[in-house]
């Protein structure tokens, strides 16, 4: 019940264990196909060059940023909290001049000042999180796409944390590029980096296109203005995800089947209904911790559904309190980086784990090591709250 | 029967079904460090910096150069096949100075034309393939650590078509960097890649050393020299599978469960009884082929145990015998890249397909397609051949 990694859905487990088929097997790439149908679902998106990166949400990211960048590019990075910071490095190595925008963790950028740092910066790309689990809060996207039509800027997001768990719809909101892992509201396990590209973002890739020596007449071997990295460069991940079906690395078959099934899970059950759960369930954790007499951490109306965070009750040692969780009710919950480190507890319901069971469960266990740890907490308070949450909506399973 | 990725091990596949726990749970780190201690078996060396890039054979390979190698250093790149061009081109993204020799596709090269090669280069770093699938020779590397110390250059190679399959004792070759996949002789699925690095290497990475923002104390955050990528850092993966134990990327739980498990099995096995299993049933599909009939590809006694090549008999459609194979037998065989695309089949016996029934069952399929195709060939020849050669071989199940 931590921010993620939790623990994933027994069918994306199980799919996992399928025997492996050749990369270029006819089912194999019918099934490369069908996953990524499943994410133009999950992503709310049309675009065609929406894929699968292999690696961790990391790897999406970076995939991303080192192909959309050239160096010496104009980068704007907003950052409200640890993975912005993550987003600025990953483009300053990318070799781009990067502007930064801060803000206090636990808070969120308003439109117009985004806007006003586009307009002094002019950035050929504004790079963003979406839901930062370090703060919890999750930055509102709406409106920023024609702030950055307004100067030509492309628009990238991580929504590793946020995706099937909070609406996010990425045509409406005209994001050029995004990111995700599978380890958060998909249900899965780290490993694969599902990622969508609009029309200009694989415009602006395809510019630096590139083949790999021995694989096609050695004329198309280009050596200038190539992306900074072989594995992340995405002009080569599209000739081997698209029609051309060019050789690049090896698609990491049991983690495809993972992403597949993730996906497969959400547009089964549905979209609107996998984010509702998160909704339903995160607000009775959040009703929950509450009730404990526990405080929440940041802006309470930009908090992403699946994560809530609780500042430690001053005198407790917070990491005595996971232990505690961890050794006597196999419940892990965390605790976050930098500023909020030791100060602060973040609790997750996301993915298979954002259900009543699993809330109810997490709130008794931390009422009862509370107590041990002498906090003064209403029996029954954290429960309770959460029943009342549960009941106001509909008292779901 | 491929090149690689191959079936993999039933046992890999089913350990990757188990529950996922949290990153830094006890019992994660206590399977992360016994990960290294078995892929420390698997590579021969006591190399403390034995670990998982989480990505596929080529993230391992880009990992490594990209650490090892500050823009502006010289390398010496020798190149026997399609991978060693991959080698290039990634030092060249990393921004070396990239120097290459190239022999035809089917031979390896001499230690003294190596020798020559750093004599006249002088490079920081000599990365070369030690397997090559693509022409399924193997690079001897003895002698050339020595070679390497008379110029101080670091030794870089790439295992993932070898080992497990072939001879490699990392610390008695004196190789300061190797990185391998699971999807070869290791019996597991791509997305995943051991890698073990010298205390040399390490001290040129950790040279670079920096540690990500809002982890540490701001001090600690170095934005020069860093090395050109973030997911790729190692100094920072160091950090994250050592003591300190520093969050980086999010371990892919499930692969990190699957090449414990391809270890596991293969030091449970022991090591040199598994390689002399590949080496058996290599000869027998050596045999095998020659016994149909083909002619074989390359050095014979370059070969590598676990693949091998033979030229595809003039006025037969190379991918028509292979869509045969497919179709009608499930039996899939490669062909290969480049200047060979089209002229030669590749036939693996490799991981869990390194068996006396998957041999004997895809020559008898060979065979039987071949004869539809129009070649003459002995009849049972490829079968007889293999069990002639299993005999010599003490007739092993």
């Known amino acids: 019940m931590g921010p993620g990694p939790i623990n994933a859905d027994p069918r994306v487990l199980r799919a996992m264990s399928a025997g492996l088929i050749g990369q270029f097997d006819p089912a194999m790439t019918t099934y490369m196909s069908q996953t990524q149908e499943l994410y133009r679902r999950v992503f709310?998106?049309?675009n065609e060059h929406t894929l699968l990166i292999d690696g961790t949400a990391r790897a999406g990211i970076e995939a991303a940023l080192f192909s959309l960048i050239t160096p010496?590019?104009?980068?704007?990075?907003?950052?409200?909290?640890?993975?912005?910071?993550l987003l600025r490095e990953i483009c300053e190595r990318a070799g781009a001049e990067v502007h930064v925008r801060e803000i206090p963790w636990g808070t969120v950028?308003?439109?117009?000042?985004?806007?006003?740092?586009?307009?002094?910066?002019?950035?050929?790309?504004?790079?963003?999180?979406?839901?930062d689990t370090s703060t919890t809060m999750m930055q509102p996207l709406d409106g920023l796409r024609e702030i950055c039509d307004r100067y030509g800027a492309l628009l990238y997001t991580d929504v590793t944390a946020s995706l099937g768990g909070n609406p996010f719809d990425q045509d409406a909101l005209g994001v050029d590029a995004a990111t995700a892992g599978l380890?958060?509201?998909l249900g899965g396990p780290s490993g694969s980096a599902p990622a969508a590209f609009s029309p200009a973002a694989v415009e602006r890739i395809e510019r630096r296109h590139s083949v790999e020596a021995g694989l096609r007449d050695p004329g198309q071997y280009a050596s200038e203005?190539?992306?900074?990295?072989?594995?992340?460069d995405l002009g080569m991940i599209f000739d081997y995800w698209g029609a051309t079906r060019l050789?690049?690395?090896?698609?990491?078959?049991?983690?495809?089947?993972a992403a597949h099934e993730?996906?497969?899970?959400?547009?089964?059950?549905?979209?609107?209904e996998t984010i509702e759960r998160h909704r339903v369930h995160g607000a009775a954790m959040h009703a929950g911790v509450l009730g404990l007499g526990l405080r929440d951490f940041g802006e309470a109306q930009h908090r992403m559904n699946n994560v809530v965070a609780v500042h430690i009750p001053e005198g407790v040692n917070g990491d005595a309190v996971r232990a505690d969780m961890l050794n006597d009710f196999a419940i892990e919950i965390g605790t976050s980086f930098g500023p909020l480190h030791g100060k602060v507890w973040r609790i997750g319901t996301m993915g298979y784990n954002a259900r009543r069971?699993?809330?109810?469960?997490?709130?008794?266990?931390?009422?009862?090591?509370?107590?041990?740890?002498?906090?003064?907490?209403?029996?029954?308070?954290?429960?309770?709250a959460a029943l009342d949450s549960y009941r106001a909506a509909g008292n779901p399973a």
Request: aromatic share 6%; hydrophobic share 40%.
């Open 109 to 131: 950028f308003r439109p117009e000042q985004i806007a006003e740092a586009i307009a002094q910066t002019r950035p050929a790309l504004v790079a963003l999180v979406h839901g």
């Open 183 to 185: 380890q958060k509201c």
């Open 44 to 46: 709310q998106t049309r």
């Open 72 to 85: 010496g590019d104009r980068v704007l990075v907003p950052i409200f909290g640890r993975f912005g910071g």
């Open 247 to 257: 050789n690049h690395h090896t698609e990491a078959t049991s983690m495809l089947y």
């Open 262 to 272: 993730c996906a497969r899970i959400i547009v089964t059950e549905g979209l609107a």
């Open 357 to 384: 069971d699993t809330v109810l469960s997490t709130l008794a266990a931390l009422e009862s090591v509370l107590v041990r740890h002498g906090v003064s907490v209403p029996r029954s308070g954290g429960v309770e």
């Open 225 to 232: 203005h190539r992306i900074r990295s072989n594995y992340f």
